[in-house]
């Protein structure tokens, strides 16, 4: 095991059903093998119900509700996908806020596959490079982003993929924008706007 990400810690945020269950599981358990401390965050403290595509999967239970918790404790964010996950999480209010702030900080992000939703509603694409699922590419460009078809992108700070077969490239980016921390230019793309 690495400790590449030791001392920093790393919030996953989901609603608490619909998320990918390997758009969870793969990064979190990636993050851990290089040292990262992480706390899965949900709107409420309850369980949460992953799915394999449309398939009910395992269950998880969160470490804290999303309201209870301060992006001040935290040095990068995860967003996984699944249709019904982001849709969830953009319409909680603490939810959005609390993406919305480590782009005001200037903290790292990884988001995957439909997770971009929320990104959209805590309004911080605008002007912007980025992936997704390709349904989300029109929402993308409606809210100012470029929308681009990669594997996975890098835009200050902000680490994008498409689906769970890019994960192996997500893990790695994600790794690499946690290590590096703090990105000023993600702060200024933020603020400016």
């Known amino acids: 095991m690495s400790d590449q990400l030791h001392g920093k810690r790393i ?5 608490n059903e619909g998320v990918e269950e390997i758009e969870l599981t793969s990064p979190r358990e990636a993050l851990r093998e290089v ?14 119900q992953a799915f ?20 001040d404790d935290y040095d990068g964010l995860v967003l996984p996908g699944g249709v019904a996950n982001p849709d969830q999480l953009r319409t909680d209010t603490d939810a959005v806020q ?11 992000v990884g988001v995957i596959c439909h997770g971009p939703w929320t990104l959209i509603n805590a309004d911080v694409v605008d002007g912007r490079t980025l992936t997704s699922w390709p349904s989300l590419q029109t929402d993308l460009r ?23 077969d890019d994960l ?17 230019g993600q702060r200024e793309a933020t603020t400016s706007v």
Do not use: C, Y
Not at 98 to 108: I, L, W, Y
Not at 171 to 181: D, Q
């Open 98 to 108: 609390f993406v919305r702030s480590f782009f005001e900080a200037g903290k790292p």
């Open 142 to 164: 409606n809210a100012g982003a470029e929308w681009v078809d990669e594997e996975v992108h890098v835009d200050q700070g902000l680490v994008s993929s498409r689906k769970p």
């Open 11 to 15: 919030a996953i945020l989901v609603a």
């Open 168 to 184: 192996e490239a997500f893990n790695a980016k994600i790794i690499e924008e946690f290590a590096e921390g703090m990105h000023e």
């Open 52 to 71: 394999n595509h449309l398939d009910k999967g395992n269950t998880f239970t969160p470490d804290k509700a999303v309201g209870e918790a301060d992006p």
């Open 35 to 48: 040292g990262a401390d992480i706390d899965l965050l949900a709107p409420e403290d309850d369980g949460i």
